[in-house]
């Protein structure tokens, strides 16, 4: 059963427009989420996150809103450029007992953002 | 300043082989891990070290070994290739405790069993 889920496998969005990713999630014990990006042959990199104790977190152009009533976060970027076009992943990161924090991600949604 | 190396970055193995994927970082992170990434199915946790000399399980250990040779090196094996072992693997590390941190990853190795 997946906990992190990324229901959009893709997403294709003008240049200048707003993106919008989501990420749903079922634990209640995840207190700290996750965006990676990951460009075709390359590792994932870190891209923002934000604290279960936030509800928005906000860098440049990358905006990560979290509503813990609904587990579900999203990250919006505005606006799109086409450098953007990669595959973007959810995380969370579980701390209790034994888990160590590891983080546990969703399957990913892939954004083309066109010219 | 390096990050997370890994090595090899292709490697093509007939199943049954053996082969140990290589992983080394240079930002004294205590915790290092193993992921496995294949087609709509994500970044899957294959093992973990939180720190030197210890290993843990994650999502999908089966098949495969690891070792903490030291706080900077963790090392994946695989004792006899598999082809549903055919996948991108991903090294990570990140310093955990009451820190909230990201993870750092390697470029990944794109492994072949045949």
């Known amino acids: 059963d997946q906990q992190v889920k990324q229901n959009s496998p893709s997403l294709s969005v003008q240049e200048g427009r707003i993106s919008i990713l989501n990420c749903d999630y079922t634990n209640s014990m995840f207190d700290y989420f996750l965006w990676y990006k990951k460009y075709p042959a390359e590792g994932p990199t870190f891209l923002i996150s934000i604290s279960s104790i936030k509800d928005k977190n906000e860098d440049g152009r990358f905006t990560v809103f979290l509503n813990k009533s609904a587990k579900h976060l999203s990250l919006h970027i505005v606006p799109s450029q086409p450098g953007d076009s990669a595959v973007y992943f959810c995380?969370?990161?579980?701390?209790?007992?034994?888990?160590?924090?590891?983080?546990?991600f969703g399957k990913g949604t892939k954004l083309s953002v066109k010219p | 300043n390096a990050g997370v190396t890994q090595t090899p970055k292709f490697q093509v193995l007939k199943t049954g082989q053996s082969m140990t994927l290589q992983c080394a970082q240079d930002?004294?992170?205590?915790?290092m891990y193993w992921y496995r990434q294949d087609p709509g199915m994500g970044l899957r946790l294959i093992y973990y070290s939180a720190s030197e000399g210890t290993t843990d399980k994650g999502e999908v250990p089966n098949g495969y070994n690891v070792s903490r040779l030291n706080k900077r090196e963790f090392s994946l094996r695989l004792e006899s290739a598999a082809p549903s072992q055919t996948s991108v693997y991903f090294c990570?590390?990140?310093?955990?405790?009451?820190?909230?941190?990201?993870?750092?990853f390697g470029q990944g190795t794109r492994l072949t069993v045949v």
């Open positions: 995380a969370a990161r579980l701390n209790y007992g034994g888990s160590q924090g590891n983080l546990i």
């Open positions: 990570a590390s990140r310093t955990t405790g009451q820190l909230n941190t990201e993870a750092f």
């Open positions: 930002m004294n992170h205590n915790s």
